[in-house]
């Protein structure tokens, strides 16, 4: 099962390992499907009976062996109907396949020659016995630096070919362009969204030829707002004060980064107050971190007497963005210090990772896409809980080349690396 964030290719990979095997592909989305008649078949005294997709994928491919790809495994509905994920555990178990019974030609059918891949965004909604029947491949996003060459290679070439272009004489797109397009316009895990901008780019080029237009159409960086208008995304800086603390989220669409601002409102009455839609998973967070703080600020070098009037106000952008998950624990807490103490955190640093109210910092998920997220913000320190160290040595070199992690098990760390 390839998981990851929309975009990446893992379709079209699917579709290579039918190429490379000489096999016949077949692809049937189940994303939705709440009919487990879909995958089983339905029985023949039904009006407008038929055989489920399986023998529909054999019929079709004419192949005993096919690969078969079940795309958006994530997202399989149930209802009254039946559960199709269920009717799903017979068929990709491969000691259960060689009798695949389905119910409109109601004999046994053998699915152990065919090679399953499945597709998914995330894990969590997929049921655990299912999940254990697949082998997991986690697909990260990309960098700009391979989005560029994506571009390059094989994105604008369709392109062109489908607008029924020459390569070289009729569109050349400058490699700034491409780069501003990628910063700009695209700014995403996968490279579904530049695969538009390219599109849009290339039909306007058409309209311009039609328009007799010298060959070929030149695109600099300085054109690539007259195609496709205003900038998407603005390049960010990351924020710096006292409070402001940089921390990582996983989101199903890839890695990102996440400001965490604490500020003190007034010295009236001791307490805190959360804003940008958090969850409660994330709210907790907070007042854990909030409790932990409080009762052992005399260690980090507060004053004892800090939190006995303060109200403070803990804000995490974007305010219509929804957020939640326990993985802010710890940048939530150096936020309340950095505020307590007067003191702005060293620049360049970014964590992730859960604190418990003993201090511990447990491990989280989601690194590599969370590290991808730290490095296009040039970002060269990272927190990491040392639990994680093992995800840290899987993801691959080109991503950690560049960044210096940090590895902690208790929260002190965090303050002695930071202040």
């Known amino acids: 099962c390839f998981v990851g964030p929309p975009g990446v290719g893992k379709t079209s990979l699917g579709r290579a390992i039918?190429?490379?095997?000489?096999?016949?592909f077949y692809r049937f989305s189940v994303g939705g499907m709440r009919d487990e008649a879909e995958i089983k078949g339905h029985r023949r005294t039904y009006i407008g009976a038929m055989p489920g997709k399986l023998v529909q994928a054999l019929r079709d491919s004419e192949s005993a062996n096919?690969?078969?790809?079940?795309?958006?495994?994530d997202k399989v509905g149930a209802s009254y109907q039946g559960d199709p994920a269920s009717a799903l555990l017979e068929v990709l178990d491969p000691e259960q396949n060689t009798t695949f019974h389905d119910h409109y030609l109601d004999v046994d059918l053998d699915l152990s020659k065919v090679l399953f891949v499945c597709t998914a965004n995330q894990l969590d909604t997929i049921p655990g016995p299912l999940l254990d029947r697949m082998e997991v491949i986690h697909l990260s996003g990309y960098l700009d630096k391979e989005k560029l060459a994506i571009a390059h290679k094989h994105l604008l070439p369709r392109q062109l070919q489908r607008a029924g272009l020459r390569q070289r004489g009729d569109l050349k797109i400058e490699a700034p362009a491409l780069r501003r397009i990628i910063?700009?316009?695209s700014r995403e895990a996968g490279v579904r969204r530049l695969d538009?901008?390219?599109?849009q780019?290339?039909?306007?080029?058409?309209?311009?030829l039609l328009k007799d237009a010298p060959r070929p159409v030149v695109v600099t960086a300085g054109d690539v707002e007259t195609?496709?208008?205003?900038?998407?995304y603005e390049k960010e800086a990351l924020q710096r004060g006292v409070g402001i603390v940089t921390g990582l989220a996983w989101t199903p669409l890839g890695g990102a980064t996440l400001p965490v601002e604490a500020t003190l409102v007034h010295r009236k009455q001791a307490g805190l107050k959360l804003t940008g839609q958090?969850?409660?998973?994330m709210q907790e967070s907070a007042n854990l971190a909030y409790s932990y703080v409080r009762g052992n600020a005399a260690q980090f070098g507060i004053e004892p007497?800090?939190?006995d009037d303060a109200y403070l106000h803990v804000h995490v952008p974007a305010g219509a963005t929804p957020k939640d998950g326990p993985s802010a624990g710890v940048t939530m807490s150096t936020a309340l210090v950095s505020r307590a103490l007067g003191k702005r955190p060293k620049a360049g640093f970014a964590m992730t990772g859960e604190l418990t109210l003993t201090g511990r910092v447990y491990p989280v998920g989601g690194i590599r896409e969370k590290l991808l997220a730290a490095k296009r913000q040039k970002i060269r320190h990272v927190v990491l809980p040392a639990a994680n160290r093992r995800d840290w040595e899987e993801v691959p070199d080109h991503i950690r080349r560049g960044i210096e992690v940090h590895f902690v098990e208790q929260f002190e760390e965090v303050v002695d690396l930071l202040f």
């Open 227 to 232: 195609y496709l208008g205003k900038p998407l």
């Open 66 to 73: 096919p690969v078969i790809m079940l795309d958006e495994i």
């Open 278 to 281: 958090l969850g409660n998973v």
């Open 305 to 307: 007497d800090w939190f």
């Open 183 to 185: 910063e700009q316009y």
């Open 18 to 24: 039918a190429e490379a095997l000489n096999r016949r």
């Open 196 to 199: 538009k901008a390219l599109a």
């Open 201 to 208: 780019v290339v039909r306007k080029a058409v309209v311009r």
